[in-house]
Structures are given as C-alpha cells and as structure tokens.
C-alpha cells in the first residue's frame, strides 16, 4: 500500500484525532484542502483500504477511520523498503546509514540498547 504526500495529510489528520472524523472535520484541520479534494483522497485511501467509510443521510458527507494504525503503515512501509532496496537484510540498511553518515553517536547508542534488549529477550 503506498500512500500519497496528499493522501498522507488525510490520514495523519485521522490518526492523531485517533476517532471516526467526518469530511467537514477533515476540513476544518485542513483549511487548504476543498471538501471535493478531501472525498477525491478519501475516496483513494478507501480503494487502497487504508480507511473505512459511511455514508451519513443524504448529502455528501462521509464518517470515515482508520483501517490501519500508523504504527502498522510505517512498519509495511519500512519491510518494502527493506526488501526492496537491501534485500530484506536489516544489516546491509544500517551498513548504509553508517557509510552514510546518517547516524548519530545517541543513535548508535541507542540502536545498542535496542539490539542488546532484544538478545536479552531471546535468550
């Protein structure tokens, strides 16, 4: 499932309210964005099955929530981008990072941490 930086809005808006929103809700956090525009990218996001929706009475307006939390997007996002571009090897994207410079000493530190945590658990 790839989201959009335009479908992305609607969704963070939806995720941080952490309820179902209707489309005037969705609206009213994204002034820029017309109500035509919002139905358009929900309308997406509900093909690609990110969202659910109802239709409310006879107008146009929809109550729509999350299909997925964000927490299990970016975790589908991150395994594709891993698969996709490492070969599904959890190494060879850190060994980029560090040749990269991307890492911090606090992030080494913490990636440690998490890794030391994690041998801990498994033995």
């Not at 996709?84 to 440690?112: F, V």
Request: net charge neutral; with cysteine; aromatic share 4%.
């Amino acid at each position: 499932m790839n989201i959009t930086k335009a479908e992305m809005e609607i969704m963070q808006v939806i995720w941080e309210c952490g309820r179902r929103m209707t489309t005037k809700e969705i609206g009213e956090k994204l002034p820029d964005k017309k109500p035509t525009t919002i139905l358009t990218l929900a309308g997406r996001l509900i093909d690609k099955g990110a969202l659910h929706a109802v239709k409310l009475g006879r107008s146009h307006a929809h109550e729509y929530w999350a299909a997925i939390t964000e927490k299990e997007y970016l975790n589908r996002q991150t395994e594709s981008f891993l698969h996709t571009i490492h070969n599904g090897s959890a190494k060879s994207l850190i060994s980029s990072l560090l040749q990269a410079e991307k890492l911090t000493k606090k992030d080494i530190e913490e990636l440690r941490a998490l890794i030391n945590s994690e041998a801990d658990e498994n033995d």
